[in-house]
């Protein structure tokens, strides 16, 4: 079964440094999106993306963030000089349609790590 | 705006017996609701949805739940756990206007099953 795949598993950086978490979504899908869940908090939406460009995004997603889909098939997020408060679990997730009764399907996540 | 509680963050229970997993949500709009399962290092997965029809769903491995509206629940249900049952079960909404697919997610529900 196709699924969503993301790297790495755990990163760990100081804070300042920039990261980027890759995610392979699922071949044929054409949205995207990035959650994110701070220690023991919720999971919450940070961006969506289509066509190429974003779709919609959270107040959390600020002039730090960017995606980006640099070629057919891997999906990034960038976090240009990390924080102290951006420790947190990440997830992609694709889906085959926009619209919300599309099922959406997430990676396993990435653990960042802010020293 | 949405959002989704989960009052029981941990859910000890004996292998074969039932169990409930709460979610109650706030919305100004209609919604759909979702139940997404994460096993130890693992992606979200889905388990069931609810769009329209029948209150009553049912999903993948014998779980089910039902929403009520009048009381703005979707409560998980499964008659029967094993122990393959361990995992963290997400409760999640989103609006059901066409576009805007972002999932707001309660924080969790972390299912203990007791040999």
């Known amino acids: 079964e196709p699924e969503v795949t993301q790297t790495p598993s755990h990163q760990v950086t100081q804070m300042g440094q920039e990261v980027i978490l890759r995610c392979v979504p699922i071949?044929?899908?054409?949205?995207f999106y990035w959650y994110r869940q701070i220690l023991g908090q919720k999971v919450e939406f940070l961006v969506s993306f289509y066509n190429n460009e974003i779709s919609e995004k959270s107040e959390i997603f600020d002039d730090q963030f960017s995606v980006e889909r640099p070629d057919g098939s891997n999906f990034t997020l960038k976090i240009r000089s990390t924080k102290l408060e951006d420790s947190a679990m990440y997830f992609c997730?694709?889906?085959?349609?926009?619209?919300?009764?599309?099922?959406?399907?997430f990676g396993p996540g990435t653990r960042l790590t802010v020293l | 705006a949405q959002s989704v509680t989960q009052l029981d963050s941990q859910v000890p229970v004996f292998e074969e017996a039932p169990v409930e997993l709460r979610c109650n949500y706030s919305s100004s709009v209609s919604v759909y609701l979702f139940w997404y399962v994460q096993y130890p290092n693992q992606g979200l997965q889905l388990l069931l949805k609810y769009l329209s029809g029948s209150t009553l769903v049912k999903g993948i491995n014998g779980f089910e739940a039902e929403f009520n509206k009048s009381q703005t629940s979707f409560h998980l249900r499964k008659p029967s756990v094993h122990i393959s049952d361990t995992a963290e079960y997400f409760c999640?909404?989103?609006?059901?206007?066409?576009?805007?697919?972002?999932?707001?997610f309660g924080t969790g529900t972390r299912l203990t099953i007791i040999p």
């Open positions: 999640a909404v989103t609006p059901s206007e066409f576009g805007n697919e972002k999932l707001t």
């Open positions: 071949s044929n899908h054409l949205y």
């Open positions: 997730a694709s889906s085959g349609g926009g619209g919300a009764t599309d099922t959406q399907y």
